[in-house]
């Protein structure tokens, strides 16, 4: 019985056979297309947020105050009613979550995909239509469930349909894709922003075409074989897992996906479940890893790259400048990370991530501690630093919390818990992403320099808690995490034994 609790040996888990075919692949890059999409939103939001045209038409006092030169560098931007252009979303995002759980159980990954790319499609349209800030915002919340079926749905087919060998390098295609998007959406914004007075529409409306690129490259997707044997589809979840591998020697994984899903078929109350004892350890990832990722302040720098570059006097050419740094390093650690989260794991290159940022953060705040002052701009020479240390703190998100923040997540639940797990995941991460894209352009304006020693403090800790608290899940199959956390040297403290575990998940049938 303590068995089918915890999943595989193991020794049976070895017995896995299979390849990285050419359908997996397919199947995970249609599925990342929902990466460039949340990417190209950033991406599409911070570029036109500095654009005169946007501003003048939707905010024209930060549209004032960016044209005073006596205006305080670090506020130009300061206003609440931006800020909502950007956070919008994520609070919408978050609502959506909350839906879009029970459909991706129910009704399998693919029709989440199906969703977001619809919502993308129609949001996408309404900004590029918009005439006044109702439809904006109306625009942007469409957007926002948008994102929340995508990040539900996403994470959760790519780690399911990918061998446990080499999980962690295709779960990173989603932020791979996301930084394509970010880069595509601040090159189309450049190319656009002289054409006047519509190029803004154009810039914001041209997230249609992935929208229906994922819209209708979900109708195509297979299902998982997890989804359609939970579901009682135990033949076709066979057939599906034996394309997605390469070979009909699939029978040890097979009859370990379906014990799975017996267990997650008698749970009646998922989300209740992951309250008890023996999930503890994932209920704390699932809301503290989505967390620390936000509080890297990333997303904030992401969210207003040629906003702070303006800030940093390189003119009207900073969303180039901001568009190719951004696309260009994150494209590469997105590569970094495929090529090692495999081989080194995710502990050392979220360690490693995390020191190289802390240090990056450091010396960008004493930068402008010293050399910024409030009604001057910095030389070229101080301006190409920053951009510098920006460029290598991005580095680091890019191979570590940037991907392993949703990949870590997305593979340590039980199929019994998973989609409620995801659930808390992605609406922690979309909570956090609203209050940081909210309150970031204030906190720049009142703490100044001091903005970047406020995420450096963040990210120590965080450093801190997965050098001690994360256990290594690479090459560990999905089915076999629960051995994982009676291992380690904390978790297994907290957990209740084998029979106490074997007799609450009873008590759920």
Not at 19 to 28: D, E, L, N, P
Not at 267 to 289: E, G, I, S, T, W
Not at 369 to 382: I, P, T, V
Not at 446 to 451: H, N, P, Q, V, Y
Request: aromatic share 12%.
């Amino acid at each position: 019985m303590a068995r089918r609790l915890l999943g595989p040996s193991s020794e049976r888990a070895e017995r896995y056979q299979g390849r990285i075919t050419g359908f997996v692949v397919i199947a995970c890059l249609v599925a990342a297309i929902g990466g460039c999409l949340f990417g190209y939103d950033i991406g599409v939001s911070g570029a036109v947020t500095s654009t005169d045209e946007f501003l003048s038409e939707f905010f024209n006092d930060v549209y004032k105050k960016k044209r005073n030169a006596h205006e305080d560098n670090y506020c130009k931007f300061n206003d609440q009613g931006l800020a909502a252009f950007n956070s919008t979303m994520y609070i919408a995002g978050m609502v959506a979550t909350l839906l879009a759980s029970p459909i991706t159980t129910n009704y399998g990954r693919r029709a989440s995909i199906i969703c977001a790319g619809v919502f993308y499609l129609i949001g996408a349209a309404v900004n590029a239509g918009s005439m006044n800030l109702a439809m904006l915002y109306l625009g942007r919340i469409l957007l926002g469930f948008g994102v929340g079926f995508e990040t539900q749905a996403v994470p959760v087919y790519l780690s399911e349909v990918a061998p446990a060998n080499m999980r962690g390098g295709l779960t990173v295609l989603f932020q791979l894709a996301t930084t394509l998007g970010i880069f595509a959406a601040s090159m189309i914004s450049y190319a656009t922003q002289n054409l006047n007075p519509w190029g803004w529409r154009l810039s914001l409306g041209s997230a249609a075409l992935p929208s229906l690129l994922m819209a209708f490259g979900g109708y195509l997707l297979p299902e998982t074989p997890h989804s359609l044997i939970e579901r009682g589809l135990t033949e076709k979840g066979l057939e599906v897992l034996e394309k997605l591998r390469g070979t009909r020697n699939v029978d040890a994984e097979f009859q370990d996906m379906v014990v799975a899903s017996e267990m997650a078929n008698s749970v009646k109350h998922p989300f209740k479940d992951m309250l008890r004892k023996q999930y503890r350890p994932q209920l704390v990832m699932a809301v503290l890893m989505p967390t620390f990722q936000i509080l890297t302040g990333t997303n904030c720098i992401l969210f207003y790259a040629p906003v702070l570059f303006l800030m940093m006097g390189f003119g009207e050419d900073s969303l180039l400048y901001s568009a190719v740094l951004i696309g260009v390093v994150l494209f590469i650690s997105s590569f970094v990370s495929i090529a090692f989260v495999d081989r080194v794991g995710r502990r050392a290159l979220l360690i490693s991530g995390g020191l190289l940022m802390i240090i990056c953060q450091v010396i960008v705040s004493v930068i402008l501690r010293y050399k910024f002052g409030d009604n001057q701009e910095l030389s070229r020479g101080y301006s190409i630093l920053l951009a510098i240390f920006f460029s290598i703190f991005l580095l680091g998100y890019g191979w570590s919390w940037g991907p392993l923040a949703w990949t870590v997540p997305s593979e340590i639940f039980p199929l019994a818990t998973r989609s409620s797990g995801l659930r808390i995941a992605v609406a922690v991460n979309l909570l956090f992403s609203f209050i940081t894209a909210q309150s970031f352009l204030y906190l720049l304006c009142a703490l100044k320099f001091g903005i970047f020693l406020f995420f450096a403090g963040w990210l120590a800790l965080m450093t801190i808690f997965v050098y001690f608290l994360l256990p290594e899940t690479k090459g560990v199959p999905i089915e076999e995490m629960s051995l994982l956390w009676r291992k380690h040297w904390f978790w297994k403290k907290l957990l209740p034994d084998m029979l106490e575990a074997e007799s609450s998940s009873l008590q759920t049938r």
